[in-house]
């Protein structure tokens, strides 16, 4: 049973990722997380559950287990290893935050790992209540708690930021 679910939900997140690279839709952002999560789940489950049978999933399912080890431990030994490594785990598993939504446009934070700079956002519309398209990228000297407003003008999105005093 926790097989099928495991690979029902692989063949979900490659149908998003087909989808995406056809079509330039993707799933909502939120149901994509909720289903790398379960992988993630099911993948310790399928650890457990063939420990000590023979066949192909019991050499596939050690990755959910010892990914986050070879992680922590190579962070111990050397941070910048560490911090790649972990950048990589990761980037599957962090949800990308919403710094500002308008109507049915977002503002999203990029996730760019550890060790990068700062500040890249992407911008998305929700095409129909499960599916979003994204509509470009973009990198600002700014914060995400700088943002003060968007506004969609025809084909421009114009990001306000809020005004720094004068020293």
């Not at 399912?61 to 190579?74: D, G, N, W």
């Not at 398209?133 to 708690?145: L, W, Y």
Request: with cysteine; proline share 3%.
């Amino acid at each position: 049973m926790v097989k099928k679910v495991h690979l029902g939900l692989l063949v979900l997140l490659l149908a998003n990722l087909l989808l995406f690279v056809i079509s330039d839709l993707e799933f909502d952002n939120r149901l994509m997380f909720l289903v790398r999560v379960l992988i993630y789940a099911t993948g310790v489950l399928l650890f457990i559950n063939t420990f000590k049978n023979r066949s192909a999933i019991t050499y596939y399912s050690p990755l959910y287990i010892l990914s986050p080890i070879v992680v922590f431990f190579s962070w111990l030994s050397d941070g910048i290893l560490g911090a790649l490594l972990g950048s990589i785990f990761f980037a599957f598993l962090t949800p990308a935050d919403n710094i500002m939504q308008s109507d049915r446009y977002q503002i999203r934070s990029q996730y760019t790992g550890f060790l990068s700079g700062c500040c890249s956002y992407n911008l998305y519309e929700t095409k129909f209540p499960m599916f979003e398209k994204k509509i470009g990228e973009f990198r600002v000297q700014r914060t995400s708690n700088e943002i003060a407003d968007l506004r969609i003008n025809g084909d421009q999105a114009v990001v306000y930021y809020k005004v720094e005093p004068a020293d």
